[in-house]
């Protein structure tokens, strides 16, 4: 008797991945890894963690350059790939950068405001760039995007540069860079205006040319 068509075998999708898919996978890895680090940090106030989470961006952005980069050497391109690329990259270049500046100190109301921000210019600019880059690509006649709208979320990693610095420097805390200053009842630390500012270049429509 004929297996019926719509039964899955186990694991089957796992089976369906691509070597890309594996590396946007170690992306995703790195920068959840970050976000436990930044947990111990908090948990443990040893500096070290905050360290090891902001080392751990500049990894996930090696594997997120890798990924592409074989994806076109395997000519291995799918929508499943590129969904999981954004995926990932919220999680490391979102969400994981947020959360390191919220263990240095933008615990402020304000803070989670302009954090909240970011992480959602973050996730509105994937989510462009998914639904334009079949479009884009058809226009230029390659199969390659030329250009990207806006700036790319992994950008994000020259926020997580300073925080690393200054976790570094131990000005953290209450030694955070300028400050920090009452609007209303509530505490602003004048730092987090630069994730305010990458978010929002995020979301523009400045075009920025794809290396």
């Known amino acids: 008797m004929a297996e019926p068509t ?8 796992i089976r369906s991945f691509h070597l890309a898919d594996l590396f946007t996978l170690a992306n995703a890895f790195c920068g959840t890894g970050a976000l436990f680090a930044v947990m111990s940090y ?17 990894i996930a952005l090696v594997f997120d350059v890798l990924d592409g980069r074989i994806a076109r050497w395997r000519r291995k391109n799918s929508a499943m790939g590129r969904e999981l690329d954004s995926l990932a990259d919220i999680i490391s270049f979102g969400v994981a950068p947020a959360s390191i500046a919220y263990g240095a100190g933008m615990q402020g109301f304000w803070d989670r405001l302009v954090l909240l921000y970011f992480v959602g210019c973050g996730v509105s600019r994937l989510a462009r760039y998914n639904i334009t880059a ?11 995007v030329k250009y990207f709208e806006g700036t790319p979320i992994p950008s994000s990693l020259l926020l997580v540069g300073l925080l ?3 976790a570094w420097q131990g000005r953290i805390g209450d030694q955070l860079y300028f400050g920090m200053v009452h609007v209303g009842p509530w505490q602003l630390h004048p730092l987090v205006m630069l994730f305010f500012i990458s978010g929002s270049f995020m979301i523009s429509t400045i075009r920025i ?3």
Request: proline fraction near 7%; glycine fraction near 8%; hydrophobic fraction near 40%.
């Open 6 to 13: 719509d039964q899955r075998k186990p694991f089957s999708m």
């Open 42 to 58: 908090l948990q443990l106030l040893d500096v070290r963690h905050l360290l090891y989470a902001t080392g751990l961006i500049p």
């Open 134 to 144: 079949e479009t884009l690509a058809d226009d230029t006649g390659t199969g390659k």
């Open 164 to 166: 690393a610095f200054a």
């Open 209 to 211: 040319p794809k290396i």
